[in-house]
C-alpha cells in the first residue's frame, strides 16, 4: 500500500493539531490587498505570521520561520528581489518555500518575475488557480486579471507536468481542489463554496495555510492536503452557519426590525475565520470529502 491510499482524514487532523500546538512562524513575502486577512487566516489555524518584504530583513525573517510564502499578487522590482533573496535564504536554513503565482499569465512583466523565481530555484509547493497553474506549467488559455478562464479539473495535466519539472508539490483550488506531486500522489478535495471566490484573499489565506502546514509536516503532499482539506471543510462549514442565520429572518421586515444584517459576503467573511478558529476533529472528519484516484 502506498502513501497515497493510507491518507485519511484523521491523519490530516494530527497535522493540524501540531500547527495549534507548536505555533510556527509563516514567513509571508505577500500582496498588500491580502496582509490582514491572511495573517487573521494564520491566527485562527494557530500559526504565528510575520509579513516582511524590506530587502534589509528577509533573509534573516526566512531563517527564523519555519515556512516562506512567495505571492506575487501586487509585484514590483523592489519585492521581487526581496523574494529571491527570502526564497535563497529559506532554501539555505531547509524550510519550505511555497509560491502563489497570482495573475500568472495577465501580463510580460508577471511572466518574467515568475521565471526568474523559479529559474532562481524551486518552490517545495506551488498553489494557484487553474489558470495560474497552467500559465506557469507553459500551457496558459489566458486569463482575466487573477481569475481563472479553465476548470481546476482541466489543469491536471498542466499540474502534472509542472510538479514533474520542480520535484515539488502542485495544488490547483478551484470547485473541486487537486494536489499532485512529482512522485504521482494526486488528492481531490470536494468541499468548499462559491461563497470562497468571492471573498478577497481566500485563495491567497490557502496559501498560507499551506505554508503553515508544511512547517510542520515534512512531506509537502501531505501538508498540501491537510490546509486545501481544513480550508474548504471551514468554508463549507462557514457559508452553511451564515445562510441558516438569514434563513431566521422575516425577508419582508424593514432594516430596522432585522436583528442584523441579511446573509451574504461580509458575514461569511468573519464566519471563515471563526470556522477555522473553531474546527473540532469530529466536524472535520465527518464533512471532509477526499478522494485519492490511483
Known sequence: MNATT???????????????????LVHNVTNL??????????????????MAHAEEEVEDMAALAGALVLNIGTLSAPWLRAMLLAARSARAHGKPVVLDPVGAGATGYRDRALREL???GFPDV???NASEIMSVAGLAPGTRGVDSLAGSDDAVPAARRLAARTGGVVCISGARDHVVDAQGRHAVLSNGHPWMTRVTGVGCSATALVAALAAVQP????????????LGVAGQWAAERVLAEGA????GSSLADRAGPPAGLGGFQV???DAVHQMDAKTFEQRLQLS???
Not at 6 to 16: G, P, R
Not at 33 to 50: C, I, R, Y
Not at 248 to 251: K, L, M, N, S
Open 33 to 50: 490587498v491580502v496582509m490582514q486577512f491572511s495573517a487573521n487566516m494564520l491566527l485562527a489555524l494557530g500559526a504565528s505570521p510575520v
Open 248 to 251: 431566521g429572518r422575516d425577508p
Open 118 to 120: 523559479l529559474d532562481d
Open 126 to 128: 506551488v498553489r494557484g
Open 271 to 273: 464566519a471563515l475565520l
Open 6 to 24: 493510507s491518507l485519511c482524514a484523521a491523519d490530516l487532523w494530527q497535522d493540524l493539531c501540531a500547527v495549534r500546538e507548536t505555533h510556527p
Open 219 to 230: 512531506d509537502r503532499w501531505r501538508a498540501t492536503v491537510a490546509a486545501m482539506a481544513y
Open 292 to 294: 485519492l484516484p490511483a
